[in-house]
């Protein structure tokens, strides 16, 4: 599966109006590339436009991850992000409800490999998770892999 990469690409009208577009292509994709998918995705947009109102020269900078793309290339999709739950170096994975003679409460198992997390959608559930959990634990952003999602 190719890896993907967010970038910000700028291009200008001959008066002037710069159009900056977010593009998640390859992560080996050539300028000219990312040029002809953002002036694709421009004339889409802007019907009275003419490829020839745009300037014939491009900015390609790294694109903030925060930021959701305008185009993606063909054949890649954009990964949608995972949460998880950190204590130290250790990850939450699972919780099951443990019952023992005179006792039941929700257990957690945990692991080192950030892949076997237990993952959350939205970084405000991995938050409440993590205040029921305990206050000191950590909620980051999981990196996305061939192994999980």
């Not at 991995?126 to 000191?136: D, I, V």
Request: charged letters at 30%.
């Amino acid at each position: 599966m190719t890896k993907g990469k967010l970038y910000q690409v700028s291009i200008d009208e001959i008066e002037y109006q710069p159009h900056f577009i977010m593009v998640y292509a390859s992560e080996d994709a050539k300028d000219k590339d990312l040029q002809r998918l953002a002036t694709d995705f421009i004339l889409s947009q802007n019907p009275d436009l003419r490829e020839s109102d745009l300037v014939d020269s491009v900015i390609v900078e790294p694109g903030d991850p925060d930021e959701k793309p305008d185009v993606v290339a063909e054949g890649l999709h954009v990964p949608t992000p995972a949460w998880g739950v950190k204590m130290g170096l250790l990850y939450a994975q699972a919780v099951h409800h443990a019952t023992y003679d005179d006792d039941e409460f929700d257990e957690v198992a945990y692991v080192r490999d950030e892949t076997q997390a237990k993952r959350f959608k939205t970084e405000a559930e991995a938050k409440e998770f993590a205040k029921w959990l305990n206050p000191n634990c950590e909620v980051i952003q999981l990196e996305e892999g061939n192994d999980h999602d």
